[in-house]
């Protein structure tokens, strides 16, 4: 079945940086788009961005430009998130969700990934 | 950027009930690119609707999506216990590109 698979809960100090993974399984990973979200516990869903695997170009939300990196590995169906420069704002739940061509829905997300910065 | 506001912010209701969740555009949005998702506590957000009005994958006929412009509507026509959660509204924008959510409505058991 189609799924994405990340990498589990970090814990980082402020100025830090943290590198998701995404494992995706079950379709072709290059044929759908790889977006990141971050939800902060008890508060609203919050886009980063998106990357296109089979190109690698990538676009990035305003709020996050000159500090999120999202990158792929195609020969292993994986796509990464790394945020640097880690302040305590951005503690939260963090998820990749696929999108289809021509979309904008996030038809399958991950499970999300818990990263915590605290010093 | 285009905002999304929800309303309203939290809707009680109880089972068997109909439910109706407003999602209002600060300017025009293509239907194409208006999605509303399902988030239970502990868990990813799931697509329900997409282009405005097209049940995903697997999605129960009572969840219907309609509207265009800057106002749409998610409506659950017979409450499930398991409908209660929290609803989101999504749209895709161009200027600047990206995707926005509107802040969530919950629907709480009354």
């Known amino acids: 079945q189609v799924q994405l698979v990340q990498s589990g809960a970090e814990v980082k100090k402020p100025g830090a940086s943290v590198k998701v993974s995404c494992k995706a399984s079950?379709?072709?990973?290059?044929?759908?788009?790889i977006n990141w979200v971050r939800q902060a516990t008890g508060q609203g869903l919050e886009w980063m961005g998106w990357?296109?695997?089979?190109?690698?170009?990538?676009g990035y939300a305003q709020k996050f430009q000159g500090r999120v990196t999202m990158t792929r590995n195609t020969s292993i169906s994986t796509a990464y998130m790394e945020l640097s420069s880690l302040r305590s704002e951005d503690t939260a739940v963090y998820y990749c969700?696929?999108?289809?061509?021509?979309?904008?829905?996030?038809?399958?997300w991950g499970q999300g990934t818990t990263v915590t910065v605290s010093s | 950027e285009i905002v999304l506001t929800q309303s309203p912010g939290t809707l009680s209701l109880s089972p068997g009930e109909r439910a109706t969740l407003s999602c209002r555009a600060s300017?025009?949005?293509?239907?194409?690119?208006l999605a509303w998702y399902q988030q239970k506590p502990g868990q990813a957000p799931r697509l329900l609707i997409y282009?405005?009005?097209s049940r995903a994958t697997g999605i129960p006929d009572r969840f219907s999506g309609s509207g265009s412009g800057t106002d749409f509507t998610l409506t659950i026509s017979r409450l499930e216990p398991e409908d209660f959660a929290v609803y989101y509204c999504?749209?895709?924008?161009?200027?600047?590109?990206?995707?926005?959510f509107g802040q969530g409505t919950r629907l709480e058991i009354k």
């Open positions: 969700a696929r999108v289809p061509e021509y979309s904008s829905q996030l038809d399958v």
């Open positions: 079950g379709y072709t990973f290059t044929s759908y788009d």
């Open positions: 990357m296109n695997p089979n190109s690698g170009n990538t």
């Open positions: 300017q025009s949005v293509s239907s194409s690119y």
């Open positions: 282009g405005a009005s």
């Open positions: 999504q749209q895709y924008g161009s200027s600047p590109p990206g995707v926005t």
